[in-house]
C-alpha cells in the first residue's frame, strides 16, 4: 500500500498554515449561527488563529446547485467583508488564500443521523476530538474537512469543497498553475475492465492529454465514454474527479460578472462541472452536443475561448473517506481502528485495546467498536459505532447514534434518537434519498416528514 505524503498530513494537523479567508455556507440562519459560534471556539485547531471567518446562508429558491452556489457564497462574502472595511477580491490581489465550504442541502443519504443535529448534515459527529474550555469534544463533520482541506490553501486562488469528504495524497502534491485545478486521483485511460473493477460510472472523469491539460466529463457509463473517445481526441491518462476546485481570482470574477443576472434573480440552479467545465473544457463540436451550443457560446465568449483545466492529483490510490451516506460514514467511522493516518488527522486516541474512545473515557464491554461521546452503566458490544449516547444499558451490534436513558440492544443496523425521545431504525447500507417519501424499517413516519419536523429554521 501506497503511503501517505506525510508533510501534507502534517499541514493539515497544523491549520494556522491554512487559509487566510475561510467561507461557509450555511444552509440556514440557525445553522449560520451554530457555526460562527462553535468555529470560533475551536478555531485554531481546524482554522488557524490568522482566518477570517464569514459564514454565510445560501437563500435560494430550490437551490443554487454547487456552481451558481459558489457564486452566492462569493457575493454574500464579499458583503459582509464590506461590512467589516475590507473586500474578498482585494484580499486576493494581496496575495491572500481563499476557501469555501459548502454545508447546504438535507443530508438525505445520512439520515437518519441529520434528525439529532435539526436536520443539519454538516454537524453529524465523525470519531475525532477537539478541546473546548480545557474538556475533549466530539469533532464535527465540517470540523474535519476544514482541518484537512486547510493544507490546499494556495495565494491568490479560491478553493471550493464539499463538506462531506476526507482525502490524504499518496503523491507529493503539485501546486496548481492553470486557471482551474480539480483535485482528482490520476491513473491510466481506463479501459471497459478497469472502468467497471474501479467503479468510475459513480464519478465524473477527467479526460488528461498530452500538455497536460485536462476536459471534464459528468458520469458516465463505460458505453457511454468509449462512444465519446474519438470526440475526445488523443488520451494519455484519466482521472476520477473528487469535485473539489482551485480557481484563480480573475476565473471567478468573470463567473461572477457573467452569471450576475441569475445571481440577482436568485432562482436558476446551475453546477459546476455541466454548466461551466464541460464548456470551457470539451472540444467545441462535443462541448455543443453535450451542454447546448448557447451554454458554450455564453462561456467561451466570456473568457474569450476554452479554458486551462489541470488535474490536482492526490494519486490513484489516494486514502479517501467519505461521510455522505449512511453506509460510507459507518464504515469511515470504523476505519479508525486501523488506519493511524486518519487517527492522525482526526485527533482520534490510539486504541485502547480493541476499540477506540473518543472524547469519553474507555469503558468495558467494548469489543472492535468505536465509542464516541458516550457513556453506559452497562456496556456489551461488538463491532458497534456508540455516538453521543447516555443510556443505562446497551448491549449487541450495530450503530447507536444520540440515544438517552434505557436499554437499547442493537440488532446490526442503525438505531437513533427520533429527537423527541424516541428511536427511529434503518440499515447502514440504506439510502435515504432513494426512499425519502416512504415509511420504512418499521418507522412512524418517513424520512422526509421527520426533515420536515425538525428541519433548520
Given at each position: 500500500m501506497s503511503l501517505v505524503d506525510s508533510a501534507f498530513l502534517q499541514r493539515c494537523c497544523t491549520p494556522e498554515q491554512g487559509f487566510d479567508v475561510v467561507i461557509v455556507v450555511a444552509s440556514s440562519r440557525e445553522s449560520s449561527a451554530f457555526w460562527q459560534q462553535r468555529l470560533g471556539r475551536v478555531r485554531s485547531?481546524?482554522?488557524?488563529?490568522?482566518?477570517?471567518?464569514?459564514?454565510?446562508?445560501?437563500?435560494?429558491?430550490g437551490g443554487a446547485g454547487n456552481g451558481l452556489g459558489t457564486l452566492h457564497g462569493l457575493e454574500q462574502a464579499e458583503i459582509e467583508l464590506n461590512r467589516r472595511g475590507r473586500s474578498l477580491w482585494q484580499a486576493l490581489a494581496d496575495g491572500k488564500s481563499v476557501g469555501m465550504w459548502h454545508t447546504a442541502g438535507q443530508g438525505k443519504r445520512l439520515y437518519p443521523l441529520p434528525i439529532h443535529h435539526n436536520g443539519d448534515k454538516s454537524r453529524t459527529i465523525v470519531p475525532g476530538e477537539l478541546t473546548i474550555d480545557g474538556s475533549a469534544v466530539p469533532m464535527r463533520l465540517l470540523e474535519a474537512v476544514l482541518r484537512q482541506t486547510s493544507a490546499f490553501a494556495e495565494p491568490g486562488r479560491i478553493g471550493v469543497f464539499w463538506g462531506d469528504q476526507l482525502t490524504l495524497p499518496t503523491v507529493r502534491m503539485q501546486r496548481p498553475t492553470a486557471p482551474v485545478a480539480l483535485l482528482g486521483r490520476l491513473g491510466p485511460v481506463p479501459d471497459a475492465a478497469a472502468w467497471k473493477r474501479l467503479g468510475l460510472a459513480n464519478y465524473g472523469l477527467l479526460a488528461v492529454r498530452a500538455d497536460g491539460s485536462a476536459m471534464q466529463l459528468e458520469k458516465l457509463q463505460w458505453s457511454e465514454f468509449d462512444a465519446l473517445r474519438l470526440g475526445l481526441g488523443p488520451l494519455t491518462a484519466a482521472a476520477t474527479s473528487l469535485g473539489s476546485f482551485s480557481m484563480t481570482a480573475a476565473v471567478g470574477q468573470r463567473l461572477m460578472a457573467l452569471f450576475a443576472p441569475e445571481l440577482a434573480g436568485r432562482v436558476a440552479k446551475l453546477d459546476t462541472d455541466p454548466g461551466w467545465w464541460m464548456p470551457?473544457?470539451?472540444?467545441?463540436?462535443?462541448a455543443n452536443r453535450l451542454c447546448g451550443h448557447d451554454a458554450v457560446s455564453r462561456l467561451r465568449s466570456a473568457f474569450d475561448g476554452p479554458v486551462r483545466l489541470e488535474v490536482l492529483n492526490v494519486g490513484e490510490t489516494a486514502r479517501w473517506w467519505d461521510f455522505g451516506t449512511l453506509q460510507s460514514w459507518h464504515a469511515s467511522c470504523r476505519a479508525v481502528l486501523t488506519s493511524p493516518e486518519l487517527r492522525q488527522l482526526l485527533n482520534t486516541p490510539d486504541p485502547t485495546g480493541d476499540s477506540c474512545f473518543v472524547a469519553c473515557s474507555p469503558m468495558q464491554g467494548a469489543h472492535n467498536s468505536v465509542i464516541v461521546a458516550a457513556s453506559a452503566a452497562s456496556l456489551n458490544v461488538t463491532d458497534a459505532v456508540i455516538v453521543d449516547c447516555d443510556v443505562d444499558q446497551l448491549s449487541g451490534s450495530g450503530v447507536a447514534y444520540g440515544l438517552r436513558g434505557?436499554?437499547?440492544?442493537?440488532?446490526?443496523?442503525?438505531?437513533?434518537?427520533?429527537?423527541?425521545?424516541g428511536t427511529v431504525t434503518a440499515p447502514t447500507h440504506s439510502d435515504g434519498k432513494a426512499n425519502w417519501n416512504v415509511p420504512l424499517h418499521g418507522n412512524a413516519k418517513s424520512w422526509s416528514a421527520y426533515a420536515a419536523d425538525y428541519s433548520l429554521k
Open positions: 485547531q481546524v482554522l488557524g488563529t490568522h482566518a477570517e471567518l464569514v459564514v454565510t446562508e445560501e437563500v435560494w429558491t470551457l473544457t470539451l472540444p467545441e463540436p462535443l434505557g436499554a437499547h440492544i442493537l440488532t446490526g443496523d442503525v438505531c437513533a434518537t427520533d429527537g423527541q425521545g
